[in-house]
């Protein structure tokens, strides 16, 4: 079983930065690919930045800002997010695309933390 859990959200004043984890755990050979989401209250789910094997792509809104990274030695995808803006805010959910120990290709979901950035 593989689990994803995200960690790093919080309360941010505009300007600020926050760096968000993915960190993978359970029978996990690899992680192939990791797409951090977003959701707002009344809006639909965003991609904002995504990651497979060494290649990075960053929604228009968050280009600049927005850096994603992986530590393959510890199963972990980071979102440091910089210059925050008030509609930045939202939960920040993780996808992640992995090869379970047993070599089956996985798709999990993180439940998500929530980014809230206001003065």
């Known amino acids: 079983q593989v689990r994803l859990v995200e960690s790093g959200g919080g309360l941010v004043q505009p300007g600020g930065s926050l760096s968000l984890s993915c960190a993978a755990s359970g029978s996990i050979a690899s992680i192939w690919a990791v797409g951090w989401y977003r959701q707002a209250p009344g809006k639909q789910r965003e991609l904002v930045a995504s990651i497979r094997g060494g290649s990075t792509n960053y929604a228009d809104s968050v280009k600049g800002r927005f850096t994603i990274s992986r530590d393959n030695a510890k199963n972990t995808v980071y979102l440091q997010m910089n210059s925050l803006k008030p509609e930045d805010t939202a939960v920040y959910h993780c996808?992640?695309?992995?090869?379970?120990?047993?070599?089956?290709?996985?798709?999990?979901w993180g439940r998500g933390t929530q980014v809230t950035v206001s003065s």
């Open positions: 996808n992640a695309d992995l090869y379970s120990s047993s070599g089956s290709l996985l798709n999990s």
